[in-house]
């Protein structure tokens, strides 16, 4: 039965937050316990293991699993707020320049810097995904700043307008790249956790949670916005503060994610999508919402892709394209009819 009173509406919401993190819970410690070296459940959650399982566990399986939980959170939440600030259900965090960014910061890492710059070892090519990603975000904001505010449709327009010139930018690289460039650039934008370590994550956690804190403080902001800029001006909502707040948030988690883990698409449109079906549009439990269901996704696809062919691995992207696209086809779809009967 669907919950009407307000009291009935807070315990449905609620309790599918409780069963989120319940669902997260069991998913990583499945993830820590299966893979190509199986480590039986209940010596896991004992700790009665041989030092072999310990050296799996907490130098190759827990920071991999952790990353894939925080980029995974950073994705779902920030597709959740740019749908918000959007005020459209096919918005994607990729729409706003950071993706593209990113992949052009690590394009150049890659085939322009020599060595990968040896004095940063690995750091390079997150380091330089980052800076593209954010640099990104910068220029997008200046061209849709005007003295009215900032124009969310201006953002919407530049960012495709961006996407679409730094592909360019990246193809004329690729052109230049030779056979090794070409393979670990294109590797890298197919996705994965398999390069995350805890050197990686502990360098990117601190990013990530302030873009989840940044984040999560939106949600009766975007309530507000759900009813037009005007209405939500009347409201007593600040708009401004809630678009900058937003763009910083979404633009800081998904660099880290990308940063982290490569091109991994469709989390964040499919992830805000499916809590809405299970609970309801309140931004106030929608944000933690998104971020527990897209941790426990981007950990079981990271689960599958390197299960499902031993010895080899597929890429994560690979993964949750197979499943978005054909989420993301229905979702256009039904938008359609709902267009169409408006």
Same mark, same amino acid.
Not at 39 to 54: A, F, H, N, Y
Not at 171 to 180: C, E, H, K, P
């Given at each position: 039965?669907?919950?009407?009173?307000?009291?009935?509406?807070?315990?449905?919401?609620?309790? =599918?937050?409780?069963?989120?993190?319940?669902?997260?819970?069991?998913?990583?410690?499945?993830?820590?316990?299966?893979?190509?070296?199986?480590? &039986?459940?209940?010596?896991?959650? %004992?700790?009665?293991?041989?030092?072999?399982?310990?050296? =799996?566990? %907490?130098?190759? $399986?827990?920071? $991999?699993?952790?990353?894939?939980?925080?980029?995974?959170?950073?994705?779902?939440?920030?597709?959740?707020?740019?749908?918000?600030?959007?005020?459209?259900?096919? =918005?994607? &965090?990729?729409l706003i320049g950071v993706s593209a960014g990113a992949a052009l910061g690590a394009a150049v890492s890659i085939i322009l810097v020599p060595g990968g710059l040896a004095l940063l070892?690995?750091?390079?090519?997150?380091?330089?995904?980052?800076? @593209?990603? !954010? /640099?990104?975000?910068?220029?997008?904001? +200046? =061209?849709?700043?005007?003295?009215?505010?900032?124009?969310?449709?201006?953002?919407?327009? /530049?960012?495709?307008? !961006?996407?679409?010139?730094?592909?360019?930018?990246?193809?004329?690289?690729?052109?230049?790249?030779?056979?090794?460039?070409?393979?670990?650039? %294109?590797?890298?934008?197919?996705? @994965?956790?398999?390069?995350?370590?805890?050197?990686?994550?502990?360098?990117?956690?601190?990013?990530?949670?302030?873009?989840?804190?940044?984040?999560?403080?939106?949600?009766?902001? !975007?309530?507000?916005?759900?009813?037009?800029?005007?209405?939500?001006?009347?409201?007593?909502?600040?708009?401004?503060?809630? +678009?900058?707040?937003?763009?910083?948030? %979404?633009?800081?988690?998904?660099?880290?994610?990308?940063?982290?883990?490569?091109?991994?698409?469709?989390?964040?449109?499919?992830?805000?999508?499916?809590? $809405?079906?299970?609970?309801? &549009?309140?931004?106030?439990?929608?944000?933690?919402?998104?971020?527990?269901?897209?941790?426990?996704? /981007?950990?079981?696809?990271?689960?599958?892709? $390197?299960?499902?062919?031993?010895?080899?691995?597929?890429?994560?992207?690979?993964?949750?394209?197979?499943?978005?696209?054909?989420?993301?086809?229905?979702?256009?779809?039904?938008?359609?009819?709902?267009?169409?009967?408006?």
């Open positions: 039965m669907t919950p009407s009173t307000p009291t009935e509406i807070r315990f449905r919401y609620r309790q =599918v937050l409780v069963g989120l993190g319940l669902l997260l819970s069991i998913t990583l410690l499945v993830a820590l316990a299966v893979g190509a070296y199986t480590i &039986p459940l209940d010596r896991l959650l %004992t700790g009665k293991l041989d030092p072999t399982e310990v050296q =799996v566990i %907490t130098q190759i $399986r827990l920071p $991999r699993v952790l990353g894939a939980a925080l980029v995974g959170s950073l994705l779902g939440i920030g597709g959740a707020v740019l749908q918000g600030l959007f005020r459209n259900p096919l =918005v994607d &965090p990729g070892k690995g750091f390079a090519l997150p380091i330089f995904a980052f800076l @593209g990603g !954010l /640099a990104a975000v910068l220029l997008l904001w +200046k =061209v849709a700043e005007s003295p009215l505010g900032t124009q969310v449709t201006v953002l919407l327009l /530049a960012g495709i307008a !961006l996407n679409a010139l730094v592909g360019a930018l990246i193809g004329l690289l690729l052109f230049l790249a030779n056979d090794q460039q070409l393979r670990s650039f %294109t590797f890298w934008t197919l996705g @994965g956790f398999s390069g995350v370590t805890w050197t990686a994550l502990l360098a990117g956690a601190p990013f990530g949670l302030v873009a989840l804190a940044a984040s999560l403080r939106l949600g009766p902001s !975007l309530n507000g916005l759900a009813l037009g800029e005007s209405e939500a001006h009347h409201l007593g909502v600040p708009l401004e503060v809630t +678009k900058r707040w937003a763009i910083f948030g %979404t633009a800081l988690g998904v660099g880290v994610s990308v940063a982290l883990a490569g091109g991994i698409g469709f989390v964040g449109l499919v992830v805000p999508h499916i809590f $809405r079906l299970l609970a309801g &549009p309140d931004h106030r439990y929608l944000l933690p919402g998104a971020a527990l269901l897209g941790a426990s996704l /981007a950990v079981m696809a990271d689960l599958l892709a $390197r299960t499902l062919v031993v010895p080899a691995e597929l890429p994560v992207g690979v993964v949750t394209a197979l499943v978005g696209g054909p989420y993301f086809l229905f979702l256009v779809v039904r938008y359609k009819r709902e267009v169409g009967r408006a």
